[in-house]
């Protein structure tokens, strides 16, 4: 029954299904990320940014890895209207 017939099959490699990361966070939350710290630490000479960088590296990390759409919930709504009045 769930035979396939011969040549309807096509081998997909597993790097064309899984998302590029780095350092296991999605490439542009990583390069954000690396671009607001490294212009921190080289533009206004503050060093003590650098370990809060690594630190918000570290947590992304750790929340990406618990449930890996948090980082596009927090994308959505932070581009989200705020209804509540100050």
């Known amino acids: 029954m769930d035979k396939i017939p011969e040549g309807f099959s096509v081998p997909i490699h597993r ?3 899984m998302p590029v990361m780095l350092g296991g966070l ?3 939350i990583a390069i954000l990320n ?3 710290i490294i212009s921190f630490v080289l533009g206004a000479h503050n060093l003590w940014v650098l370990p809060v960088g690594i630190l918000s590296h570290l947590v992304l990390v750790a929340l990406h ?3 890996a759409q948090i980082l596009p919930i ?3 709504n932070l581009n989200r209207p705020s209804f509540l009045r100050s």
């Open 15 to 17: 790097s064309l299904t």
């Open 26 to 28: 999605p490439r542009h």
């Open 34 to 36: 690396g671009t607001v």
């Open 65 to 67: 890895k618990r449930d």
């Open 74 to 76: 927090i994308k959505r």
